[in-house]
């Protein structure tokens, strides 16, 4: 009498005889003799499996607790059934210990912002030990990254610390930049005004010396005048002036002796300075 065993896909069947083991059944049917041989199945399928939480110490010697899940498949059902009592927990305490001996590696802020190194370190780690179980992990996922306590709190006064000094920073760029911007005003002002006021010298200097010239060219015009109107005047007009100024000169009591020569010279400065006098009338 034969028994019948029915193998579904993804599955294999395991047959022990007389409680060793003989054989493997694929997925299909198979034949088997009752009571002597036995078959278990195995499932070859892809499964989760969240491990409990675990805690490592950093390299810096900060406690962090650390949530992992995977995904794993077997990929020998005789080793993984008659070569460990329990390959599942053994695969999770292989996975635990690589995992804590990769955190006690690495920096708190490094565990903190490195999950996808973590990964790669661990799947590269635990490959070929799991292997001996008959079991291969397809995935691991890092989840919440907890600080103890007493770290979290230290981070958070960290960070509170590190805002106020940027705040404050901040706050002393901003009033140099101010007294910065100030500066270059006030300076602008002072250039401006110094422009302004070399301007206004430099056209009053230009005014002064246009008025200078202006007096000078008329200063020039009257001497030219006079000089041609001396030269044109008759000498018997210089002699009457002559005689008036000896005349002028006797009414204030001083008696004045001019040579006879000099009688013609005498009067045309007299009339010299009278037209000048005239002139200056005008």
Same mark, same amino acid.
Request: no cysteine.
């Given at each position: 009498?034969?028994?019948?065993?029915?193998?579904?896909?993804?599955?294999?069947?395991?047959?022990?005889?007389?409680?060793?083991?003989?054989?493997?059944?694929?997925?299909? /049917?198979?034949?088997?003799?009752?009571?002597?041989?036995?078959?278990?199945?195995?499932?070859?399928?892809?499964?989760?499996?969240?491990?409990?939480?675990?805690?490592?110490?950093?390299?810096?010697?900060?406690?962090?607790?650390?949530?992992?899940?995977?995904?794993?498949?077997?990929?020998?059902?005789?080793? @993984?059934?008659?070569?460990?009592?329990?390959?599942?927990?053994?695969? !999770?305490? $292989?996975?635990?210990?690589?995992?804590?001996?990769?955190?006690?590696?690495?920096?708190?802020?490094?565990?903190?912002?490195?999950?996808?190194?973590?990964?790669?370190?661990?799947?590269?780690?635990?490959?070929?030990?799991?292997?001996? @179980?008959?079991?291969?992990?397809?995935?691991?996922?890092?989840?919440?990254?907890?600080?103890?306590?007493?770290?979290?709190?230290?981070?958070?006064?960290?960070?509170?610390?590190?805002?106020? *000094?940027? !705040?404050?920073?901040?706050?002393?760029?901003?009033?140099?930049?101010?007294?910065?911007?100030?500066?270059?005003?006030?300076?602008?002002?002072?250039?401006?005004?110094?422009?302004?006021?070399? $301007?206004?010298?430099?056209?009053?200097?230009?005014? $002064?010396?246009?008025?200078?010239?202006?007096?000078?060219?008329?200063? *020039?015009?009257? /001497?030219?005048?006079?000089? !041609?109107? @001396?030269?044109?005047?008759?000498? *018997? @007009?210089?002699?009457?002036?002559?005689?008036?100024?000896?005349?002028?000169?006797?009414?204030?009591?001083?008696?004045?002796?001019?040579?006879?020569?000099?009688?013609?010279?005498?009067?045309?400065?007299?009339?010299?300075?009278?037209?000048?006098?005239?002139?200056?009338?005008?």
């Amino acid at each position: 009498m034969l028994g019948i065993k029915i193998v579904q896909q993804n599955n294999v069947g395991l047959v022990t005889f007389l409680g060793k083991y003989s054989r493997q059944f694929e997925s299909g /049917i198979h034949f088997y003799i009752p009571f002597i041989e036995r078959v278990s199945t195995v499932s070859l399928q892809s499964q989760p499996l969240a491990l409990p939480v675990q805690t490592g110490i950093t390299k810096d010697n900060a406690s962090v607790s650390i949530q992992v899940t995977l995904n794993y498949r077997i990929t020998n059902a005789e080793r @993984y059934t008659f070569g460990n009592s329990n390959s599942i927990q053994s695969m !999770a305490y $292989q996975v635990s210990g690589t995992l804590r001996d990769i955190i006690g590696s690495m920096d708190l802020d490094e565990v903190l912002n490195s999950t996808d190194k973590i990964n790669t370190k661990l799947m590269q780690n635990i490959g070929d030990l799991t292997n001996t @179980y008959g079991v291969m992990i397809e995935r691991v996922q890092i989840g919440n990254l907890t600080p103890s306590k007493g770290v979290s709190e230290a981070m958070e006064n960290q960070i509170t610390a590190s805002k106020n *000094k940027q !705040a404050t920073i901040s706050q002393a760029q901003g009033n140099a930049e101010q007294i910065r911007l100030n500066t270059e005003a006030q300076n602008a002002a002072k250039i401006a005004t110094a422009k302004a006021d070399k $301007q206004q010298t430099e056209i009053h200097a230009d005014a $002064q010396a246009y008025a200078t010239k202006i007096q000078a060219d008329a200063d *020039k015009y009257r /001497i030219a005048e006079l000089q !041609a109107a @001396y030269a044109a005047a008759d000498p *018997k @007009y210089f002699n009457a002036q002559s005689i008036d100024a000896i005349r002028a000169a006797g009414t204030d009591g001083n008696l004045i002796i001019v040579p006879n020569e000099s009688n013609g010279l005498y009067g045309q400065l007299a009339a010299f300075s009278k037209m000048q006098k005239t002139d200056a009338t005008k």
